[in-house]
């Protein structure tokens, strides 16, 4: 379950001060200082191979800094693992996409929604127990358009939908913050 955090429209919700991340020499990310307000929309652009999806794996505790801080919603949040930011209210989506193609597009949704929560799914417990996270599933399902495909296998998506259910699965979590990593990779412009 998400931590309670006051957020003042005047702090930001996200802040790098010299944030930095090298590889045995190598500085893939060097000296970044950002901040994200409440309602901004910021984009980080550069060629390929400019540390951009670095920069995301720091920012989100995949990788840890070399150097720097990372302070969300005012608490530094450096040195934490990257679920316990995406309790405090950060989601992200990927580059190359993260999604279960064997099971339904429901399914995932479902996943996505019980990840960051205490109580797990348990087998022998009936569909009903959970009316909660399918009504949820089902409204975030409905606002994407995707809810006539809930039950198709995320194999059988196009490229395209499927970028686009990774971002309901980076909502289902009710996020705060949410970065998405090259949310148009392999989308034709047509």
Same mark, same amino acid.
């Given at each position: ?101 064997? &099971? $339904? ?5 479902? !996943?996505? +929604?019980?990840?960051? =929560?205490? *109580? ?36 059988? &998506? $196009? ?5 686009? !259910?990774? +971002?309901?699965?980076? =909502?289902? *979590? ?17």
């Amino acid at each position: 379950m998400s931590q309670s955090v006051q957020q003042n429209p005047t702090e930001p919700i996200l802040e790098l001060k010299g944030l930095s991340k090298s590889f045995d020499g190598l500085q893939a990310v060097r000296d970044v200082t950002l901040q994200i307000m409440p309602g901004d929309r910021k984009a980080i652009i550069g060629p390929n191979g400019a540390g951009k999806t670095t920069l995301f794996n720091v920012i989100t505790g995949i990788y840890p800094a070399t150097s720097g801080n990372i302070l969300l919603f005012g608490q530094d949040v450096t040195n934490w693992p990257s679920h316990r930011r995406t309790t405090l209210g950060m989601a992200r989506t990927f580059q190359v996409t993260s999604l279960f193609p064997m &099971l $339904s597009v429901l399914d995932n949704v479902l !996943l996505a +929604i019980n990840g960051p =929560l205490r *109580s797990k799914f348990v087998m022998w417990r009936f569909d009903s127990s959970y009316c909660d996270m399918y009504e949820k599933a089902y409204q975030l399902l409905e606002q994407a358009g995707f809810l006539e495909r809930k039950d198709a296998e995320v194999q059988n &998506l $196009s490229h395209g939908e499927q970028r686009q !259910l990774e +971002i309901v699965l980076g =909502l289902a *979590s009710d996020p705060k913050i949410l970065l998405l990593d090259e949310p148009a990779a392999g989308l034709s412009s047509g």
